[in-house]
Nanobody
């Protein structure tokens, strides 16, 4: 599976942005998909994850109620809708695919990674 993230950009605080992750490979629908982010000088952190069916999602506490993860298996794409953005949300956002089990927040439990897309939030 190859992953390609896109949709990043510059947005004002309080604004919205949707990033996408397009996957190649016919096994996309069998993987759990996750979004992670990494700000300069910080470790990569979990943002959200979604099961293969889309029926179960998990979010990191800082983004709950503001971000929504979704997927379209017919298009081999996973999305992250980000609302009410703050400067603390600024980071490189990367998508990942794997079968992380119950420890879905750990980057090491994902097999495939995209290159990331930059999100900048101006105050």
């Amino acid at each position: 599976v190859q992953l390609q993230a896109s949709g990043g950009g510059v947005v004002q605080a309080g604004g919205s942005l949707r990033v996408s992750c397009a996957a190649s490979g016919r096994t996309f629908s069998s993987y759990v998909m996750g979004w992670f982010r990494q700000a300069p000088g910080k470790e990569r952190e979990f943002v959200a994850t979604i099961t293969w069916s889309g029926g179960t999602t998990h979010y990191a506490d800082p983004v709950k109620g503001r971000f929504t993860i979704s997927r379209d298996n017919a298009k081999n794409t996973v999305y992250l809708q980000m609302n009410s953005l703050t400067p603390e949300d600024a980071a490189v956002y990367s998508c990942a695919a794997g079968n992380p089990g119950s420890r879905f927040w750990l980057p090491r439990n994902y097999i495939y990674w995209g290159q990331g897309t930059q999100v900048t939030v101006s105050s």
